[in-house]
Protein backbone atom coordinates (compact mmCIF):
# COMPACT_ATOMS: atom_id res chain seq x y z
CA UNK A 1 0.00 0.00 0.00
CA UNK A 2 0.80 3.95 -0.68
CA UNK A 3 1.57 5.78 2.24
CA UNK A 4 2.27 9.45 2.47
CA UNK A 5 4.24 11.64 4.93
CA UNK A 6 4.75 15.11 5.27
CA UNK A 7 8.36 16.25 5.68
CA UNK A 8 8.91 19.56 7.20
CA UNK A 9 6.53 22.45 6.69
CA UNK A 10 6.35 22.38 2.58
CA UNK A 11 7.38 18.77 1.94
CA UNK A 12 5.25 15.09 0.97
CA UNK A 13 7.10 11.85 1.11
CA UNK A 14 5.16 9.32 -1.08
CA UNK A 15 5.91 5.72 -0.60
CA UNK A 16 4.90 2.60 -2.33
CA UNK A 17 5.80 -1.35 -0.71
CA UNK A 18 4.08 -3.80 -2.78
CA UNK A 19 5.45 -7.69 -2.54
CA UNK A 20 8.01 -8.67 -5.08
CA UNK A 21 8.65 -5.38 -6.06
CA UNK A 22 11.60 -2.62 -4.64
CA UNK A 23 9.94 0.05 -2.50
CA UNK A 24 9.59 3.06 -4.17
CA UNK A 25 9.57 6.57 -2.10
CA UNK A 26 9.29 10.33 -3.83
CA UNK A 27 9.31 13.51 -2.30
CA UNK A 28 6.79 16.47 -3.36
CA UNK A 29 5.78 19.33 -2.68
CA UNK A 30 1.99 19.45 -3.52
CA UNK A 31 0.42 16.12 -1.36
CA UNK A 32 -2.31 15.87 -4.37
CA UNK A 33 1.04 15.44 -6.67
CA UNK A 34 2.21 12.50 -4.15
CA UNK A 35 -1.49 11.16 -4.05
CA UNK A 36 -1.37 11.02 -8.04
CA UNK A 37 1.78 9.32 -8.25
CA UNK A 38 1.27 6.90 -5.76
CA UNK A 39 -2.40 5.14 -7.80
CA UNK A 40 -0.11 5.61 -10.78
CA UNK A 41 2.58 3.29 -9.47
CA UNK A 42 0.57 0.82 -7.61
CA UNK A 43 -2.26 0.81 -10.79
CA UNK A 44 1.22 -0.53 -12.64
CA UNK A 45 2.13 -2.94 -10.37
CA UNK A 46 -1.22 -4.00 -10.78
CA UNK A 47 -1.36 -4.70 -14.42
CA UNK A 48 2.55 -5.64 -14.04
CA UNK A 49 3.89 -2.47 -16.38
CA UNK A 50 5.64 -1.34 -13.50
CA UNK A 51 8.81 -0.11 -14.43
CA UNK A 52 11.68 1.20 -11.95
CA UNK A 53 12.04 5.38 -12.34
CA UNK A 54 14.28 5.76 -9.85
CA UNK A 55 17.71 5.39 -11.50
CA UNK A 56 17.05 7.14 -14.54
CA UNK A 57 15.36 9.84 -12.58
CA UNK A 58 19.17 10.43 -11.05
CA UNK A 59 21.02 9.96 -13.73
CA UNK A 60 21.87 12.35 -15.83
CA UNK A 61 23.11 12.39 -19.64
CA UNK A 62 26.06 14.06 -18.52
CA UNK A 63 27.09 11.08 -16.36
CA UNK A 64 25.82 8.58 -18.99
CA UNK A 65 27.93 10.43 -21.85
CA UNK A 66 31.04 10.08 -19.34
CA UNK A 67 30.78 6.48 -18.46
CA UNK A 68 30.14 5.59 -21.92
CA UNK A 69 33.42 7.27 -22.73
CA UNK A 70 34.88 6.27 -19.82
CA UNK A 71 34.16 2.41 -20.33
CA UNK A 72 35.35 2.90 -24.35
CA UNK A 73 32.15 1.66 -25.36
CA UNK A 74 33.74 3.73 -28.56
CA UNK A 75 36.94 1.62 -29.37
CA UNK A 76 36.02 -0.28 -31.96
CA UNK A 77 34.02 1.88 -34.03
CA UNK A 78 35.77 2.95 -37.18
CA UNK A 79 34.75 7.08 -36.94
CA UNK A 80 35.96 6.69 -33.09
CA UNK A 81 37.15 10.55 -33.01
CA UNK A 82 33.63 11.95 -34.37
CA UNK A 83 31.52 9.73 -32.15
CA UNK A 84 33.37 10.89 -29.08
CA UNK A 85 33.42 14.73 -30.70
CA UNK A 86 29.10 13.97 -30.75
CA UNK A 87 28.60 12.34 -27.44
CA UNK A 88 30.33 15.43 -25.68
CA UNK A 89 27.86 17.78 -27.94
CA UNK A 90 25.32 15.90 -26.70
CA UNK A 91 26.40 15.95 -23.28
CA UNK A 92 26.62 20.20 -23.52
CA UNK A 93 22.63 20.41 -24.55
CA UNK A 94 20.97 17.43 -22.26
CA UNK A 95 23.89 17.42 -19.62
CA UNK A 96 21.89 18.62 -16.76
CA UNK A 97 18.88 16.20 -17.88
CA UNK A 98 17.90 13.13 -16.02
CA UNK A 99 17.42 10.37 -18.78
CA UNK A 100 13.35 10.24 -17.86
CA UNK A 101 13.36 14.41 -18.35
CA UNK A 102 14.45 14.08 -22.44
CA UNK A 103 11.34 14.00 -24.35
CA UNK A 104 10.99 13.20 -28.25
CA UNK A 105 9.68 16.62 -28.37
CA UNK A 106 13.45 18.11 -27.25
CA UNK A 107 14.85 15.22 -29.17
CA UNK A 108 12.94 16.85 -32.58
CA UNK A 109 13.44 20.82 -31.54
CA UNK A 110 17.36 19.95 -31.18
CA UNK A 111 17.76 18.13 -34.06
CA UNK A 112 15.93 20.95 -35.92
CA UNK A 113 17.90 23.20 -34.44
CA UNK A 114 21.19 21.16 -35.38
CA UNK A 115 19.61 20.94 -39.32
CA UNK A 116 20.38 24.99 -39.41
CA UNK A 117 23.81 24.29 -40.06
CA UNK A 118 24.39 20.68 -40.71
CA UNK A 119 23.46 18.35 -43.86
CA UNK A 120 20.66 15.75 -42.81
CA UNK A 121 23.14 12.65 -43.08
CA UNK A 122 24.89 14.90 -39.85
CA UNK A 123 21.88 15.24 -37.92
CA UNK A 124 21.26 11.46 -38.48
CA UNK A 125 24.64 10.96 -37.07
CA UNK A 126 23.31 12.67 -33.93
CA UNK A 127 20.63 11.56 -33.18
CA UNK A 128 22.09 7.87 -33.73
CA UNK A 129 24.95 8.52 -31.03
CA UNK A 130 21.98 9.68 -28.87
CA UNK A 131 20.00 6.58 -29.54
CA UNK A 132 23.31 4.24 -29.23
CA UNK A 133 23.30 6.08 -25.68
CA UNK A 134 20.32 5.41 -24.54
CA UNK A 135 20.86 1.91 -25.72
CA UNK A 136 24.42 1.76 -23.70
CA UNK A 137 22.39 2.62 -20.65
CA UNK A 138 19.77 -0.18 -21.21
CA UNK A 139 21.60 -2.81 -22.08
CA UNK A 140 25.22 -2.56 -20.85
CA UNK A 141 24.25 -0.43 -17.58
CA UNK A 142 21.28 -1.99 -16.53
CA UNK A 143 19.72 1.66 -16.34
CA UNK A 144 15.99 0.76 -16.76
CA UNK A 145 13.77 3.75 -18.82
CA UNK A 146 10.04 3.73 -17.85
CA UNK A 147 9.72 6.48 -21.09
CA UNK A 148 11.71 4.26 -23.32
CA UNK A 149 14.38 5.67 -25.76
CA UNK A 150 12.97 8.81 -26.76
CA UNK A 151 14.84 8.35 -30.39
CA UNK A 152 12.34 5.19 -31.27
CA UNK A 153 9.23 8.19 -31.54
CA UNK A 154 11.56 11.02 -33.53
CA UNK A 155 11.32 11.03 -37.60
CA UNK A 156 14.65 10.94 -38.80
CA UNK A 157 15.54 13.88 -41.27
CA UNK A 158 15.14 12.57 -44.99
CA UNK A 159 18.30 12.13 -46.60
CA UNK A 160 19.19 12.75 -50.35
CA UNK A 161 22.92 12.53 -50.83
CA UNK A 162 22.90 10.09 -53.55
CA UNK A 163 25.11 10.70 -55.96
CA UNK A 164 25.58 9.37 -59.41
CA UNK A 165 28.58 11.21 -61.18
CA UNK A 166 30.93 9.19 -63.19
CA UNK A 167 33.48 10.47 -65.65
CA UNK A 168 33.12 11.00 -69.97
CA UNK A 169 35.85 9.66 -71.90
CA UNK A 170 36.69 12.87 -72.46
CA UNK A 171 36.98 13.71 -68.98
CA UNK A 172 38.76 10.45 -67.96
CA UNK A 173 41.18 11.06 -70.59
CA UNK A 174 41.93 14.92 -68.96
CA UNK A 175 41.83 13.80 -65.27
CA UNK A 176 44.40 10.62 -66.56
CA UNK A 177 46.80 13.80 -67.72
CA UNK A 178 46.53 15.71 -64.87
CA UNK A 179 47.60 13.06 -62.41
CA UNK A 180 50.83 12.88 -64.41
CA UNK A 181 51.50 16.17 -63.20
CA UNK A 182 50.65 15.61 -59.64
CA UNK A 183 53.60 15.55 -57.06
CA UNK A 184 52.83 12.58 -55.09
CA UNK A 185 53.78 9.53 -56.52
CA UNK A 186 51.43 7.39 -55.27
CA UNK A 187 48.46 9.24 -56.28
CA UNK A 188 48.21 8.11 -59.53
CA UNK A 189 48.07 4.32 -59.03
CA UNK A 190 45.95 4.72 -56.39
CA UNK A 191 43.93 6.46 -58.60
CA UNK A 192 44.39 3.47 -61.27
CA UNK A 193 43.74 0.68 -58.59
CA UNK A 194 40.21 2.90 -57.41
CA UNK A 195 38.87 2.41 -61.14
CA UNK A 196 39.96 -1.01 -61.45
CA UNK A 197 38.74 -2.92 -58.40
CA UNK A 198 36.16 -0.39 -56.64
CA UNK A 199 37.99 -0.18 -53.62
CA UNK A 200 37.16 2.44 -51.28
CA UNK A 201 40.03 5.49 -50.49
CA UNK A 202 40.54 4.01 -47.10
CA UNK A 203 41.07 0.72 -48.12
CA UNK A 204 43.52 1.36 -50.90
CA UNK A 205 45.27 3.05 -48.05
CA UNK A 206 45.07 0.12 -45.77
CA UNK A 207 46.67 -2.50 -48.42
CA UNK A 208 49.78 -4.40 -47.37
CA UNK A 209 51.71 -6.58 -49.70
CA UNK A 210 51.48 -9.67 -46.58
CA UNK A 211 47.16 -9.00 -47.98
CA UNK A 212 47.96 -9.55 -52.00
CA UNK A 213 48.62 -12.53 -53.80
CA UNK A 214 49.77 -11.15 -56.99
CA UNK A 215 49.52 -15.23 -58.33
CA UNK A 216 46.21 -15.80 -57.20
CA UNK A 217 45.16 -12.18 -58.49
CA UNK A 218 43.67 -11.45 -54.64
CA UNK A 219 43.99 -8.50 -52.24
CA UNK A 220 42.61 -9.46 -48.55
CA UNK A 221 40.99 -6.72 -47.14
CA UNK A 222 40.55 -7.87 -43.43
CA UNK A 223 38.38 -4.68 -42.12
CA UNK A 224 36.11 -2.59 -44.32
CA UNK A 225 33.55 -0.15 -43.46
CA UNK A 226 30.71 -2.19 -42.84
CA UNK A 227 32.74 -4.50 -40.42
CA UNK A 228 33.39 -7.26 -42.74
CA UNK A 229 36.49 -8.60 -44.05
CA UNK A 230 36.42 -9.27 -47.68
CA UNK A 231 38.64 -10.39 -51.03
CA UNK A 232 38.90 -8.23 -53.96
CA UNK A 233 39.59 -10.18 -57.44
CA UNK A 234 42.63 -8.23 -59.02
CA UNK A 235 42.09 -7.87 -62.90
CA UNK A 236 45.66 -8.39 -65.27
CA UNK A 237 45.54 -4.23 -64.85
CA UNK A 238 45.34 -4.39 -61.32
CA UNK A 239 48.17 -6.75 -61.20
CA UNK A 240 50.23 -4.76 -63.34
CA UNK A 241 49.55 -1.74 -61.32
CA UNK A 242 50.46 -3.10 -58.09
CA UNK A 243 53.63 -4.75 -59.70
CA UNK A 244 54.91 -1.45 -61.07
CA UNK A 245 55.21 -0.23 -57.40
CA UNK A 246 58.08 0.17 -55.20
CA UNK A 247 58.09 -1.80 -52.13
CA UNK A 248 58.53 -0.50 -48.58
CA UNK A 249 60.01 -1.36 -45.31
CA UNK A 250 56.34 -0.84 -43.17
CA UNK A 251 54.90 -3.40 -45.37
CA UNK A 252 52.05 -1.05 -46.28
CA UNK A 253 51.48 -0.87 -50.54
CA UNK A 254 51.46 3.08 -50.09
CA UNK A 255 52.71 5.17 -47.65
CA UNK A 256 50.55 8.13 -47.94
CA UNK A 257 47.45 9.73 -46.17
CA UNK A 258 43.80 10.26 -46.81
CA UNK A 259 44.04 13.86 -46.45
CA UNK A 260 47.00 13.75 -48.38
CA UNK A 261 45.22 11.71 -51.46
CA UNK A 262 42.34 13.98 -50.91
CA UNK A 263 44.02 16.79 -51.57
CA UNK A 264 46.23 15.78 -54.23
CA UNK A 265 43.59 13.96 -56.00
CA UNK A 266 40.96 18.02 -56.04
CA UNK A 267 44.24 19.29 -57.15
CA UNK A 268 44.19 16.70 -60.37
CA UNK A 269 40.56 17.54 -60.77
CA UNK A 270 40.74 21.54 -60.81
CA UNK A 271 43.61 20.77 -63.53
CA UNK A 272 42.02 18.81 -65.75
CA UNK A 273 39.17 21.17 -65.50
CA UNK A 274 36.42 18.70 -64.29
CA UNK A 275 33.49 20.19 -62.25
CA UNK A 276 31.96 18.01 -59.43
CA UNK A 277 33.62 14.81 -59.18
CA UNK A 278 35.07 13.73 -55.80
CA UNK A 279 37.43 10.72 -55.21
CA UNK A 280 34.59 8.37 -53.81
CA UNK A 281 32.69 8.86 -57.11
CA UNK A 282 35.42 6.79 -58.52
CA UNK A 283 33.44 3.88 -56.97
CA UNK A 284 30.66 4.95 -59.48
CA UNK A 285 33.21 4.60 -62.46
CA UNK A 286 34.22 1.45 -61.44
CA UNK A 287 31.30 -0.09 -60.22
CA UNK A 288 29.55 1.00 -63.55
CA UNK A 289 32.61 -0.70 -65.75
CA UNK A 290 32.13 -3.83 -63.48
CA UNK A 291 28.69 -4.34 -64.20
CA UNK A 292 29.10 -4.86 -67.61
CA UNK A 293 31.49 -7.90 -66.74
CA UNK A 294 29.85 -9.28 -63.69
CA UNK A 295 26.43 -10.31 -62.26
CA UNK A 296 24.64 -8.44 -60.03
CA UNK A 297 25.28 -10.95 -57.26
CA UNK A 298 28.88 -11.05 -58.07
CA UNK A 299 29.28 -7.32 -58.58
CA UNK A 300 27.59 -6.80 -54.75
CA UNK A 301 30.21 -9.58 -53.33
CA UNK A 302 33.15 -8.00 -55.08
CA UNK A 303 32.53 -4.11 -54.01
CA UNK A 304 31.64 -5.40 -50.04
CA UNK A 305 27.54 -4.61 -50.13
CA UNK A 306 25.44 -7.31 -48.37
CA UNK A 307 22.80 -6.61 -51.23
CA UNK A 308 22.24 -6.03 -54.80
CA UNK A 309 20.19 -3.26 -53.75
CA UNK A 310 22.66 -1.16 -52.22
CA UNK A 311 25.07 -1.65 -55.32
CA UNK A 312 22.32 -0.29 -57.17
CA UNK A 313 23.57 3.55 -55.38
CA UNK A 314 26.57 3.48 -57.35
CA UNK A 315 25.77 1.66 -60.60
CA UNK A 316 24.87 3.62 -63.85
CA UNK A 317 24.59 1.92 -67.29
CA UNK A 318 24.06 4.55 -70.19
CA UNK A 319 20.74 3.92 -71.82
CA UNK A 320 23.06 2.87 -75.60
CA UNK A 321 24.52 0.51 -73.68
CA UNK A 322 20.72 -1.39 -72.61
CA UNK A 323 19.51 -0.77 -76.25
CA UNK A 324 22.92 -2.80 -77.54
CA UNK A 325 22.42 -5.44 -75.52
CA UNK A 326 18.35 -5.68 -76.59
CA UNK A 327 19.34 -5.14 -80.48
Known amino acids: MGTIRKRGDYQFQAQVRRAGYPPQSKTFDARKD ?25 TTIAKLAERYLIEDRVSEMKGRRQEEQRVNAISDKFGKY ?41 VDFGIPLPLG ?3 TSVRMPAVRNERDRILDANE ?30 GEILGLTWDNIDLNKQIAFLPNTKNGDSR ?16 RNISGKVFSTSMTAVTEGFQRAVLRAEIEDFHFHDLRHCAVSALAKKLSMHELAKMVGHRSPRSVMRYYKQDDADLVRKLG
Open 172 to 201: AKRLDAALDKSRGQHLKPIVQLALETAMRR
Open 34 to 58: AEKWVRALEREMDTGTFIPRSEAER
Open 98 to 138: HLSAVSPAMVTEWMKELGKTRSPQTVQHYAATLGRLYKAAT
Open 149 to 151: NPL
Open 231 to 246: TVPLSSRAVAILKGLP
